[in-house]
């Protein structure tokens, strides 16, 4: 029983590949490296003592998926791969779509077509749009705000279209929060290709040297210090909810064979406290300074853990000292990333 991990060279997928090998599943990752290194899979590797393949392909062709789903005798699908650069969604949107809305219906008529149907899907909590209550529970309104947002509510409801046509199909949807940190081994971890747009790596890099100040986009918002507030989950603990999520499929009835569920941690953070907190992990200061806000972005987001706990029996585990502690040793240890 081989599971295809897509996207699995990439920051999550690596992490959940440690997981799933650790558990005793046998995994091949299916990855175009557009934005990874397959270094990162001989560090899974060292990290398990266990092989991890590589097939070198891409999402958008149907018939190099069948291939490697028919040589495997693969049983399952956990599906990374994607574009998630929400500025960048604005500026190519057609990336946006072709990569991850045309690819994973590429990836799902692969499937269809060798008898694969279980499938797990890197969602987002960008799924929910403004916040209209907090905290964000499933059943809140679905409206994305940016076409990066908009990528994946389409592919939750062709998921949704999917599952409904044909009791066959088993499909997970992980809304995922503001995943942070990495493998506490210092040896996978996060290597965005130039100056990060998310505020962990931007943070780890401005301790590390690379980069001179944090820019805080705000500190006008309605929040305990007027700065953004987000759930931020350890990667490994979000590595850990996939692990749950695929065993879940093996309980779902044919008459509801689909979930959406949200993976954080249900804690809120500010900017500053994130600065705070990294700075004792470091012991090294991070200069910042206010900017103005940036466009798009919401005062406060954060999970109801509700359903992840009673339906996944999944909790995170790992605080915000895990997170920054381990991001540290990751950057400590790779300076340049995966750049060796
Ligand atoms: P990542 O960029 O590190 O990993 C994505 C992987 O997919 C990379 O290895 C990349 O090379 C590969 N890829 C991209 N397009 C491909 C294609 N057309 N064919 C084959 N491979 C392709 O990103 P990540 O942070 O690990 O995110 C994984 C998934 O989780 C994505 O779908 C992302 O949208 C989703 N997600 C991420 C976050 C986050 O903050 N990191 C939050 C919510 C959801
Ligand atoms: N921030 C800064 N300075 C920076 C970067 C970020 O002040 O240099 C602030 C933001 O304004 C926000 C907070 O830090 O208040 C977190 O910003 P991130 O860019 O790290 O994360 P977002 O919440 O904007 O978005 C992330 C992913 C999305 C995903 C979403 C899910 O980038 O892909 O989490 O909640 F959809």
Request: charged share 20%; with cysteine; glycine share 8%.
């Amino acid at each position: 029983m081989t599971i295809l991990v897509t996207g699995g060279a990439g920051y999550i997928g690596s992490h959940c590949c440690v997981t799933f090998l650790e558990a005793g599943h046998d995994v091949v990752v299916l990855d175009n490296l557009s934005n990874s290194n397959a270094e990162s899979l001989k560090r899974v590797e060292t990290i398990t003592g266990r092989s991890v393949l590589l097939e070198q392909a891409d999402i958008r062709d149907q018939a190099a998926i069948e291939a490697v789903l028919s040589r495997h005798n693969c049983t399952a699908v956990i599906h990374f791969a994607g574009l998630k650069a929400v500025g960048e969604s604005t500026e190519n949107p057609l990336s946006y779509y072709e990569n991850n809305v045309v690819g994973t219906h590429r990836l799902l008529s692969a499937m269809a077509k060798t008898g694969v149907h279980d499938l797990i899907f890197s969602s987002s909590a960008t799924v929910y749009g403004e916040p209209q209550r907090l905290p964000l529970t499933e059943d809140h309104p679905l409206a994305p705000t940016n076409p990066y947002g908009r990528t994946k509510l389409m592919v939750e409801d062709m998921l949704r279209d999917v599952a409904a046509s044909d009791p066959r199909w088993r499909i997970g949807m992980l809304r995922y929060f503001n995943p942070v940190g990495a493998h506490s081994s210092g040896l996978i971890g996060e290597d965005p290709l130039g100056v990060p747009n998310n505020l962990m790596p931007y943070i780890a890099q401005v301790a590390g040297g690379r980069l001179d100040k944090l820019n805080v986009f705000g500190n006008d918002y309605d929040t305990r210090d007027g700065t953004g507030v987000r759930d931020y989950i350890h990667v490994v603990d979000l590595a850990e909810g996939h692990l749950r999520a695929y065993e879940a499929l093996g309980r779902l009835e044919a008459s509801q064979n689909s979930f959406a569920v949200n993976l954080g941690t249900g804690n809120g953070h500010s900017v500053l406290e994130m600065v705070k907190e990294f700075e004792r992990a470091s012991n090294r200061q991070v200069p910042y300074s206010i900017a103005a806000r940036r466009s798009g972005d919401v005062a406060e987001c954060y999970a109801d853990t509700q359903m992840a706990t009673d339906f996944l029996s999944w909790q995170a585990s790992k605080d915000l000292r895990d997170m920054c502690a381990d991001t540290w040793k990751w950057v400590v240890k790779n300076p340049k990333g995966y750049q060796l």
